[in-house]
């Protein structure tokens, strides 16, 4: 009863604080209106879409701002007479579309279909580019970077040539999107969450329930801080809360993910027999490749490429396999391969460290990361952490944020933009306890200002909750229809992964 009250007195000055510091909706902007269109993906036998796009303004300080189109697909309930409330998706990245790009779009698409279909026995579904992104207005894409990072190399390149190559690629990219008129400083979370109600708005409807992924969950909580009388529900996969920074918890976002995997592998017999001292012999691992890097080469014929596996690429391998739920039980296997120098697995799954990547809008992500992230990062907090959890904060040694946030324009982060955000409305948090970008404790800190939020953890499950778990899904529209969940939800969230055995 204590502590309920202390997460109510909290939520209560956090509210309190947002208004006395100024946040809240952004000044009225020219009426927004949605124009139908083609839609521009297959429609399946027996559903139904309404596509076009929304009009938002560039900025919503000035009167006469141009208009930016962002293009939407509203995926229609099979009801007869759909609820007034439909539910936004807000995806991640930041940078990342809903739809996907080229060739993809049309198995994207066929994927969203199934995945809707139980949200829209009663709601409409919208999915929309956020601007800047994918189909929207400006294109921000870098592919000066896409092509720097796809030349195929049969010897690594030294970090110095990397970083040339990409200061030359981020440059031309900057100087051209400022030619053509890109303003840095309209691509933010704030911005991100009104365009977000102006879809909503355009399409007619007063409240809205929200879905939302990684980066997108910032987005979505902004709304709640902005507009939150609007939220009917809220469903937050993967929580990423605007109070913390990921750039000053690297290593230990890094240490807490290999923490998670050697407890449950020493904890399970099979796991402890076939990988005994697993930490012990992959920290002794990191720190040989550390001092001798292994020179590879890997992909087949098309995706052919250098890689120097170091101690710090051995790790990232780690987190990149750890990041997805389905490669969590491979995870022991592929270090004691590579511990008895058989590296291939863990190659495939070591970062290129090349920036660019074609399903990413490159300029809005620079955009937002450097002015949320890498600009108001504490150097001070990221020494500490590499000092606090060795050797992990080597995956940060050769990070190009501060490079590329040097050259990239972008505007400047309120410091109450920064405060955790309170809210009355419903919210159901999902996390992953391998998930090594937002993890479970990152869920914790949000709803202790979300009074009326549950949070489930899922102990197998990694980044994006919903895409591996199906009690997620089906726990998410739960809470969208009941506005809550039973106790008793999802009882084999609670049990650990089976890991391979050789």
């Not at 080469?297 to 690429?313: C, I, M, N, P, W």
């Not at 004691?336 to 058989?342: E, F, K, L, N, Y």
């Not at 990413?360 to 990221?382: M, Q, T, Y």
């Amino acid at each position: 009863m204590q502590a309920r009250s202390a997460r109510r007195m909290l939520a209560a000055l956090l509210m309190a604080a947002a208004t006395a510091t100024g946040i809240g909706a952004a000044p009225a902007a020219a009426e927004t209106r949605f124009t139908p269109g083609p839609c521009w993906f297959t429609v399946p036998e027996g559903e139904a879409a309404l596509c076009g796009t929304v009009a938002v303004a560039e900025r919503r300080d000035r009167p006469n701002s141009r208009s930016l189109r962002l293009p939407v697909a509203v995926l229609l309930s099979t009801a007869r007479q759909p609820a007034p409330d439909p539910v936004l998706f807000l995806e991640g990245g930041p940078g990342a579309s809903p739809f996907g790009s080229g060739e993809a779009t049309e198995e994207r698409m066929e994927v969203w279909w199934e995945l809707s279909a139980p949200f829209r026995r009663t709601r409409n579904l919208i999915l929309f580019d956020p601007r800047g992104v994918g189909r929207a207005e400006p294109d921000t894409d870098c592919p000066e970077l896409d092509t720097a990072g796809a030349t195929r190399r049969t010897r690594p390149v030294t970090r110095e040539q990397r970083a040339a190559a990409e200061r030359a690629a981020v440059a031309a990219c900057a100087a051209r999107l400022g030619a053509a008129g890109l303003d840095g400083t309209q691509f933010s979370t704030p911005v991100a969450a009104e365009d977000a109600l102006d879809v909503v708005t355009a399409l007619g409807a007063q409240r809205v329930n929200l879905f939302a992924v990684s980066y997108g969950t910032r987005v979505g909580l902004e709304i709640l801080r902005r507009q939150g009388a609007r939220v009917r529900t809220a469903v937050f996969d993967s929580v990423y809360p605007p109070d913390v920074n990921a750039q000053e918890e690297t290593a230990w976002l890094a240490q807490r993910a290999y923490r998670r995997l050697f407890d449950d592998c020493a904890a399970n017999r099979g796991c402890r027999s076939s990988f005994p001292d697993l930490e012990k012999r992959f920290l002794d691992l990191v720190e040989r490749l550390d001092r001798n890097p292994v020179d590879l080469v890997v992909g087949d014929h098309e995706t052919r490429r250098a890689l120097r596996l170091s101690g710090g690429s051995a790790i990232a391998a780690g987190l990149e396999a750890m990041a997805i739920s389905e490669a969590v039980p491979t995870v022991p296997a592929m270090i004691d391969r590579a511990i008895r120098g058989q590296y291939a697995a863990m190659a495939e799954w070591a970062p290129t460290n090349w920036l660019g990547d074609p399903e990413i809008a490159d300029g809005l992500a620079f955009s937002v990361e450097c002015r949320e992230s890498v600009n108001p990062a504490e150097p001070a907090k990221r020494a500490d952490g590499a000092r606090r959890f060795p050797p992990y904060g080597i995956v940060a040694v050769d990070d190009p944020g501060q490079r590329v946030c040097r050259l990239w324009p972008t505007g400047h982060q309120e410091p109450a933009e920064r405060l955790p955000v309170a809210s009355p409305v419903p919210v159901l948090l999902l996390s992953g306890a391998y998930d090594p970008v937002t993890p479970p404790d990152w869920g914790d800190r949000a709803a202790a200002t979300l009074p009326r939020s549950r949070h489930l953890v899922f102990r197998a499950a990694s980044h994006i909750v919903t895409s591996s778990e199906d009690c997620a899904l089906a726990a998410a529209v739960s809470f969208v229809e009941q506005e809550s969940v039973p106790a008793t939800v999802c009882p084999g969230a609670a049990r650990p992964p089976v890991f391979e055995r050789p």
